[in-house]
């Protein structure tokens, strides 16, 4: 174990290290706010069709964006597009700490999918940063401690939440995301550093607009480009990205509402998920290299798919909880086995572009909240 330990660690340098910083905090402020969006958007006179329509317009800029995202990423400084989606989140956040309804929200969430041209610079630092040989070691040891922060954070929001009401808990939780936010862009802006010696050019409006109309007269070559494999691996995240957006933000809903557990029982479920999580993600990404991405990534579907109909067949507070267990065991081998396998197939002079075209490889299985992040791609989103 002690051997296993620093094997991994030896990877936490560089920009992983701050990576694995910034993505502590971030994933702490995530970890309670996502799982609870809903009830927000509840307590603020919406209902269900609502709850669907802030989750579609978090996504739609990505429609746009992530086209234009890829072709910056392989051109222009990442660091900066880092920072700048840092600043922005936290002013569409701010947004949705004094939201007086839940059209406010909508519209922070329809704007937030403005900096969605961040994951492609993200996806592709961290690959650029890793060895080919031990980039399944690496992704398990850097969602473990990126990961660590998260698993008090939903019992914490179900508290506040329990405590101080939906409207008025919420609120206080997207106000510490915001802080948050502040915090790691910060960090990028101070510590992160360019790896790649290609020549990019500076970000200037006519870098945007020259970068609009290649990234969408290059979309039908790039999807040619990619080898038979690539693709496949594209159709599994798909059908993992259709089943998040029908399913996840109505997880907490389904829980409290039809189920009849409490905020504060859903956090500690999600608690006891997220220590799962993080006791197995260095044990994975093990797996990973050693099994082969592939057959860990089909033990990892095949898991999700025997349990996730579980969760509305079951009743009571454990058998809930074991459900969401099994799922996270299918998340921690699913996540390193596909972001290596997307690394491993993406070639490095185009991973800008096919990173924003199908995701960095995050497969989202029995997620909670919204979809989104590294792992959508504008290929996806439709």
């Known amino acids: 174990m002690i051997l296993m330990l620093r094997s991994s660690f030896r990877h936490i340098t560089g920009n992983i290290r701050v990576f694995a910083i910034t993505d502590l905090l971030g994933n702490f402020g995530r970890s309670m706010v996502f799982p609870y969006a809903s009830l927000y958007i509840l307590a603020l006179g919406g209902d269900a069709a609502q709850i669907g329509l802030v989750a579609f317009l978090g996504q739609l800029a990505g429609l746009v964006l992530l086209p ?76 473990t401690i990126s990961s660590s922060s998260s698993i008090f954070a939903p019992y914490i929001a179900g508290l506040v939440i329990e405590r101080l009401s939906a409207n008025l808990g919420m609120r206080i939780l997207y106000g510490v995301m915001l802080g948050l936010a502040l915090i790691t862009a910060f960090i990028c802006m101070r510590f992160l550093k360019e790896s790649s010696a290609a020549p990019r050019s500076p970000l200037h409006l006519n870098v945007l607009l020259n970068a609009l109309k290649l990234a969408y007269r290059c979309i039908p070559d790039l999807v040619r480009q990619m080898p038979r494999s690539l693709k496949a691996l594209a159709l599994v995240i798909v059908l993992s990205f259709i089943a998040q957006a029908m399913t996840g933000a109505f997880w ?109 490889g995050g497969i989202m299985l029995g997620a909670v909240g919204s979809p989104g992040g590294p792992a959508v791609g504008y290929l996806i989103i439709p």
């Not at 990423?73 to 597009?81: E, Q, S």
């Not at 969605?116 to 592709?124: L, M």
């Not at 998340?331 to 991973?351: G, K, N, Q, S, W």
Request: proline share 4%; aromatic share 8%.
């Open 252 to 360: 907490v809903v389904y829980a409290v509402e039809q189920a009849g557990l409490s905020a504060t029982q859903w956090g500690l479920i999600l608690l006891v998920e997220a220590v799962v999580r993080m006791g197995l993600f260095m044990p994975a990404g093990l797996l990973v290299d050693r099994w082969g991405r592939t057959t860990t990534l089909l033990a990892a579907l095949i898991i999700s798919t025997l349990a996730t109909p579980l969760f509305v067949v079951l009743h009571g507070f454990v058998a809930i909880m074991l459900v969401r267990v099994v799922l996270a065991v299918a998340f921690v081998l699913a996540i390193p086995a596909c972001m290596a396998l997307m690394a491993d197939l993406v070639p490095r002079a185009t991973r800008g572009q096919m990173m924003a075209a199908i995701g960095q």
């Open 68 to 143: 234009i995202a890829g072709h910056i990423t392989d051109h222009a400084d990442r660091i900066r597009l880092l920072v700048l989606a840092g600043f922005l989140s936290s002013l569409f956040l701010a947004m949705i700490v004094i939201a007086p309804s839940w059209q406010m929200v909508a519209l922070a969430s329809l704007l937030s999918g403005l900096v969605v041209f961040q994951f492609p610079a993200y996806a592709s630092l961290v690959a650029d940063a890793l060895a080919p040989e031990s980039r399944g070691q690496g992704i398990g040891m850097l969602n």
